[in-house]
């Protein structure tokens, strides 16, 4: 077990457990990592890792590579480490973290105030990446995310940036995965997934209007393929909800034409 942090001190909390439960028994499985750096103050971290082999922070060398013609991302994280840590910056952030099998890994870089960040993960082999915030102009606030994966070899990789931004993610199934590029100023987006083998592109992009981005997605079923863009000036609203197995779904909406268009890839 190891564990790193600079810490404003107001609180946190870890339990890490490397263990399996077998007939009774604890057996050892493998090392957790959490490395942490904190600045700011009236922060609250709280992390429950129970299995082997889980990791919190990693993000500095982490990398996202698309696999061409699939629609399916690749993420490929450096173990966590004192020169690669989880990061916040700002104040009133709150981060809890559970993780619950083998093999998960979490990383996230939170950068503002006032933001929220929850992920709870049940399984073996899933992964979760987040990015709140620009480090050089770290002015991003009231940022609320929630994500929850409950299956094997999920993966949700959510880069957020700007204020007022509410997202949330609930994958129940098995290599199913999520991929968010959230740039708005203003947006909100839910997605709810039961099945297995989906695969989900979302992007919210310019300031859109008042009320900004609407997203809503509900889908049951496995083999799905689908691809939203929301851009422009105005408000956008789009709600998808899906049944059934192999559906592809293209959805583009803005004022103006579509920056880089892209197109949901049949599963």
């Known amino acids: 077990m190891t564990g790193g942090c600079g810490l404003s001190r107001k609180l946190l909390t870890m339990m890490l457990l490397s263990f399996a439960t077998i007939s009774g028994a604890q057996t050892a499985t493998g090392p957790n990592k959490v490395y942490i750096e904190q600045v700011g103050s009236s922060n609250t971290i709280t992390i429950e890792q129970v299995g082997g082999t889980n990791n919190v922070g990693g993000i500095a060398t982490t990398v996202a590579t ?78 609320v995310i929630t994500e929850q994966i409950i299956g094997n070899n999920n993966m949700i990789i959510q880069d957020v940036v700007g204020s007022n931004i509410v997202t949330s993610t609930n994958l129940v199934g098995n290599d199913n995965q999520v991929t968010s590029s959230l740039l708005s100023s203003r947006g909100t987006v839910s997605n709810v997934v039961t099945g297995n083998a989906n695969v989900f592109n979302l992007q919210q992009m310019d300031a859109a209007g008042a ?57």
């Open 66 to 143: 698309a696999v061409a013609g699939t629609g399916i991302t690749t993420l490929t994280p450096d173990a966590p480490s004192s020169s690669n840590y989880g990061t916040i910056t700002g104040s009133t952030n709150t981060v809890d973290i559970t993780q619950t099998g083998n093999a998960n890994s979490s990383q996230y870089n939170i950068r503002g105030n006032n933001n929220s960040y929850t992920t709870n993960m049940l399984g073996n082999g899933n992964q979760t990446r987040l990015t709140i915030g620009n480090p050089n102009a770290a002015t991003n606030s009231q940022n």
């Open 211 to 267: 009320n900004g981005h609407q997203l809503a997605m509900m889908t049951t079923g496995d083999y799905n393929s689908v691809t939203t863009q929301q851009q422009g000036t105005n408000d956008t609203t789009v709600n998808i909800q899906t049944q059934g197995s192999n559906n592809t779904i293209t959805v583009r909406t803005s004022s103006t034409t579509i920056v880089s268009p892209a197109t949901a890839v049949a599963r």
